[in-house]
Nanobody
């Protein structure tokens, strides 16, 4: 049974930092592209960042480029999202997702497995 478990969310002030983690089990983690998505109330789920098997390829949504950093530790079956300079518009539930493909995708429908989400709230 595949499980993705996110952690690290919380309530912070604008300008603060958080690091999200997503630990995977039940899959061959090093052969999965990993992605982070977010969904704010009343809005559609949107792509935040993705990382290839080896970590050599990373992509970011324009809204987070330069502030967020994705990384993975295959030995720990874990992907991270470091979020700096947080803004109130970053407030959302953040989800990690896994896709058994070699190419990073920004399309949520491509991802096969999803975590339960962790809430990030940024106050102004």
């Amino acid at each position: 049974q595949v499980q993705l478990v996110e952690s690290g969310g919380g309530l912070v002030q604008a300008g603060d930092s958080l690091r999200l983690a997503c630990e995977a089990s039940g899959l061959n983690f090093r052969t999965y592209v990993m992605g982070w998505f977010r969904q704010a109330p009343g809005k559609e789920r949107e792509f935040v960042s993705g990382i290839s098997w080896t970590g050599r390829t990373t992509i970011y949504a324009d809204s987070v480029k330069g502030r967020f950093t994705i990384a993975r530790e295959n030995a720990k079956n874990t992907v991270y999202l470091r979020m700096n300079s947080l803004k109130p518009e970053d407030t959302a539930a953040y989800y990690c997702a896994a896709w058994s493909h070699f190419q990073v995708s920004t399309t949520a429908a491509n991802y096969e497995y999803w975590g339960q989400g962790t809430q990030v709230t940024v106050s102004s």
